[in-house]
């Protein structure tokens, strides 16, 4: 099975520099996003999907929609593909991993002992991955879009980042990634 997958396009919180994993809150693209999205369908038009997934975050779906334009798909919404549950919700970024940072083991650390830790994100995606390969056939091609820990965990998984930079480069907007499951 081939996966291709991508991090959604811009939003008012990436230029806020805030976390956001709750699909309640309204975070979506921005002006910059939309063009994003727009250059990133354009990119992927003449791909052949047999499904698209996407998080429950509304940011996914906005860039999602615009690659689908292309392709006519029924949207799947999979909460395994939301971003981060880390404890930080609406608070800056670099409060989040500047906490992480401090932590003797920022992999397995849980903030305020509760919430998700990276290692419960690795288990979370590899999960979606087990999913994927109950549901589909080897010779199917899956879209799934979603946010950036979600692609860094799939990229560490197959050996194309290591753990250090999963916790400290970031995934580029509107940047797809190319997987074979």
């Not at 791909?47 to 860039?63: A, E, G, M, P, V």
């Not at 929609?65 to 593909?81: F, K, S, T």
């Not at 971003?83 to 608070?91: C, K, L, P, S, V």
Request: glycine share 4%.
């Amino acid at each position: 099975m081939k996966l291709i997958a991508t991090r959604h396009a811009e939003t008012n919180y990436n230029v806020k520099d805030l976390v956001n994993y709750d699909p309640t809150v309204d975070v979506h693209l921005t002006e910059k996003g939309i063009k994003q999205a727009t250059e990133l369908a354009e990119q992927l038009k003449d791909f052949k999907f047999d499904r698209i997934y996407i998080s429950r975050l509304k940011r996914t779906k906005q860039t999602a929609d615009a690659i689908n334009r292309y392709h006519g798909q029924e949207l799947v919404v999979n909460e395994l593909l939301d971003d981060t549950r880390n404890g930080f919700e609406g608070r800056p970024y670099s409060e989040a991993k500047g906490w992480r940072d401090t932590q003797p083991n920022p992999v397995t650390a849980r903030y305020q002992g509760k919430y998700e830790s990276v290692s419960d994100m690795t288990d979370r995606v590899r999960k979606f991955l087990d999913y994927l390969k109950q549901h589909h056939g080897n010779d199917e091609t899956i879209l799934i879009v979603t946010s950036s820990h979600i692609i860094k965990q799939l990229r560490m998984l197959n050996g194309e980042i290591t753990m250090q930079e999963l916790l400290n480069v970031p995934a580029k907007h509107a940047t797809y990634y190319e997987f074979d499951i």
